[in-house]
């Protein structure tokens, strides 16, 4: 069974920077775009980044594109969400599973934790 296990959330102002990890098991990693999730109070679970397995190319929601860089290391089997400039609006739980580059859905029902993060002054 696929498994996730994110960190690195936390407290942040405005205009700080977070790095997210993910690591994950239970799958062929290197077969897989990896995807970047948040879903906030109250709204629905959101892409905000993604990149593909192979040549690696990666895609961004419109509201975090110039401020996040996803990141992957097959070695280990983990992806990487560097996040600057963060705004109030980027606060949520943050979430990654794996995922095809076409559909942009997550493949597996199994889910990590997530880790918090809060922007806010």
């Known amino acids: 069974q696929a498994q996730f296990v994110e960190s690195g959330g936390g407290l942040v102002q405005p205009g700080g920077s977070l790095t997210l990890s993910c690591e994950t098991s239970?799958?062929?990693?290197?077969?897989?775009?990896m995807i970047w999730y948040r879903q906030a109070p109250g709204k629905e679970r959101e892409l905000v980044a993604i990149?593909?397995?192979?040549?690696?190319?990666?895609d961004y929601a419109d509201s975090v594109k110039g401020r996040f860089n996803i990141s992957r290391d097959n070695d280990k089997n983990m992806v990487i969400l560097q996040m600057t400039n963060l705004k109030p609006e980027d606060s949520g739980v943050y979430y990654c599973?794996?995922?095809?580059?076409?559909?942009?859905?997550?493949?597996?029902?199994?889910w990590g934790q997530g880790t918090q993060v809060t922007v806010s002054s």
């Open positions: 599973n794996g995922g095809t580059w076409v559909h942009r859905r997550p493949a597996f029902d199994s």
């Open positions: 990149i593909s397995n192979g040549i690696e190319v990666s």
């Open positions: 239970g799958f062929v990693f290197s077969g897989y775009s």
